[in-house]
Antibody, heavy 120, light 107 residues
Framework: QVQLVQSGAEVKKPGSSVKVSCKAS????????ISWVRQAPGEGLEWMGG????????NYAERFQGRVTITADESTSTAYMELSSLRSEDTAVYYC?????????????WGQGTVVIVSS | DIQMTQSPSTLSASVGDRVVITCRAS??????LAWYQQKPGKAPKLLIY???NLESGVPSRFSGSGSGTEFTLTISSLQPDDFATYYC?????????FGGGTKVEIK
């Protein structure tokens, strides 16, 4: 059974950065398409961006451009999301999610979520 | 970016009711639409992809329809396990967007 396992909860100071990892296990080899989605407390889902590992090219939602960096390592089946210049409004659960196939599509598998708290 | 508008934002229903949730896109997305169910403290779960395709393992009481800019998710007979929040998502381009969500509550 394929799973996405994310790194643990983080508490960060405003202005700092956070890097969250997402490792695929259970049979995934080679290329993958991973997106990052966040959910602030009591709010809806927000796509931040994604990466197609074969192209090693990331796409970002306009509102996160310049502040988020998504990378992937096919050799370890791991994707990363780094968010910089953190502010209190970035407090949220951050999910990674995998699309079926080789391009962006519906998210068939989700990670368990990583809680990021930004507080002074 | 393509905006996705879901309605209603909250829906009160009883077990056995037929429930319909609507999602409208600000421009045509063909059939590149998915529906998710999310329960508190859990990651979303894919129900429907490409507007009308039922994901493996999802009960057949869930169905999706529509194309272009108007889409619906229908639950034919609401079950106790279906009380949750539902989101639509477009993936027409390399910039993905979600609807605001519909919370299905017990009446």
């Amino acid at each position: 059974q394929v799973q996405l396992v994310q790194s643990g909860a983080e508490v960060k100071k405003p202005g700092s950065s956070v890097k969250v990892s997402c490792k695929a296990s259970g049979g995934i080899v080679g290329s993958f398409v991973i997106s990052w989605v966040r959910q602030a407390p009591g709010e809806g889902l927000e796509w931040m961006g994604g990466i197609i590992s074969t192209l090693d090219t990331a796409n970002y939602a306009e509102r996160f451009q310049g502040r988020v960096t998504i990378t992937a390592d096919e050799s370890t089946s791991t994707a990363y999301m780094e968010l910089s210049s953190l502010r209190s409004e970035d407090t949220a659960v951050y999910y990674c999610a995998r699309s079926r196939g080789g391009s962006y599509s519906a998210f068939v598998i989700w990670g368990q979520g990583t809680v990021v708290i930004v507080s002074s | 970016d393509i905006q996705m508008t879901q309605s209603p934002s909250t829906l009160s229903a009883s077990v056995g009711d037929r429930v319909v949730i609507t999602c409208r896109a600000s421009q045509s997305i063909s059939s590149w639409l998915a529906w998710y169910q999310q329960k508190p403290g859990k990651a979303p779960k894919l129900l429907i992809y490409k507007a009308s395709n039922l994901e493996s393992g999802v009960p057949s009481r869930f169905s999706g329809s529509g194309s272009g800019t108007e889409f619906t998710l229908t639950i034919s007979s609401l079950q106790p396990d279906d009380f949750a929040t539902y989101y639509c998502q477009q993936y027409n381009s390399h910039s993905i967007t979600f609807g605001g969500g519909t919370k299905v509550e017990i009446k």
